[in-house]
């Protein structure tokens, strides 16, 4: 039976939200502890603010998705009323001709 490596692969498929972006990695790593972490600090508000613009975005697709729902829904509404309508007025004069019919002869 063969040997199962248990060494871990590396995926390259892209994962669905990314944990941190491209320029959040630091390139050049500053000497004093302070300045690492100020530039850390730095590089994660601009990663957090770009998640936010994301959520933004996708939020903002959402809201439009649900209202172009809601528009197309009312429409149907009003063609189901228009129809519901037109049917009754239809009916109520077949029956008004067939009472006049029966009056008269």
Known sequence: MPKKSSTLSKTTRPWLLRWAEDESV??????????????QAQLANVDAERA???????ELLRAK???????KSGKAVRYTLVSSGRQALLRISAAQRKLKSWFKG
């Open 52 to 58: 936010v613009n994301r959520a933004f975005q996708q």
């Open 65 to 71: 998705a649900i209202s172009e729902a809601m528009f």
């Open 26 to 39: 630091l390139t050049v790593i500053p000497k004093s502890k302070t300045q690492r972490l100020a530039k």
